[in-house]
């Protein structure tokens, strides 16, 4: 079965702009989380959608949101780009979210210039 | 607050045995994950504790103590494939929210 396919892979943007990045889940999956990962930082937690919830959110500013379809196909929209916002994009779904493995997409690399 | 430790880097020969540790401190424990995550791709599970104890999974495994707030996962007969960086992963609970929070990995080096 297809895997987490994220969209698009590569992208640069202006400070100021903002950014949308696409997430379609694997068959069946309804929970799709996304996270940060920078070389500083690591991996941080974003947000979590559940059946068009967001059932779950991390620590970042409210220029960070995002939101899921019927069709767990999920978005996340960055506003008012900054610099520090250059990062490497990944997220992950899982059939429940909890516990259960979740499997990830190859990310999307944003770089703000 | 949550606080994830693990090495910042490994070595290790082909052939040989490494055990990659990861400590944490965090509200509402409710399971550890570790994933492999090689240069310029995504993360993939590896395993999945959330009993005290050792899983073990084929040339891995993964052990947690939730009282000393430690797991590590060991790795037997190192392949050069298996340079990659691991990722210790906690998933909390510390009010209504339920989040993981992932370490910043420890990138592994596999030497001839």
């Known amino acids: 079965k297809a895997g987490v396919t994220q969209t698009p892979r590569y992208l640069i943007k202006t400070r100021g702009q903002q950014v949308t990045l696409s997430c379609s889940p694997i068959s069946g999956h309804r929970s799709v989380s996304w996270y940060q990962q920078t070389p500083g930082q690591g991996l941080q937690f974003l947000f979590e959608y559940f059946s068009e919830t967001q059932r779950n959110k991390g620590n970042f500013p409210g220029r960070f949101s995002g939101r899921q379809f019927s069709n767990s196909r999920s978005e996340m929209n960055v506003s008012t780009l900054e610099l520090g916002d250059s990062a490497l994009y990944l997220c992950?779904?899982?059939?429940?979210?909890?516990?259960?493995?979740?499997?990830f997409g190859q990310g999307t690399r944003l770089t703000v210039v | 607050g949550q606080n994830i430790d693990q090495p910042t880097e490994m070595t290790a020969t082909e052939g040989a045995i490494v055990q990659i540790n990861c400590t944490y401190q965090?509200?509402?424990?409710?399971?550890l994950f570790w994933y492999q995550q090689h240069a310029g791709e995504a993360p993939t599970f590896l395993s999945y504790?959330?009993?005290?104890g050792l899983e073990e999974k084929g040339r891995f495994s993964s052990f947690l103590s939730r009282s000393k707030g430690y797991s590590y996962l060991l790795l037997k007969e190192l392949q050069m494939k298996d340079s990659a960086s691991y990722l210790c992963?906690?998933?909390?609970?510390?009010?209504?929210?339920?989040?993981?929070?992932f370490g910043k990995g420890t990138r592994l080096h596999i030497l001839p």
């Open positions: 992963a906690v998933r909390v609970h510390p009010s209504r929210d339920d989040k993981i929070i």
């Open positions: 992950a779904s899982s059939f429940t979210g909890g516990n259960t493995e979740a499997f």
């Open positions: 504790n959330v009993l005290d």
């Open positions: 965090t509200s509402g424990f409710n399971g």
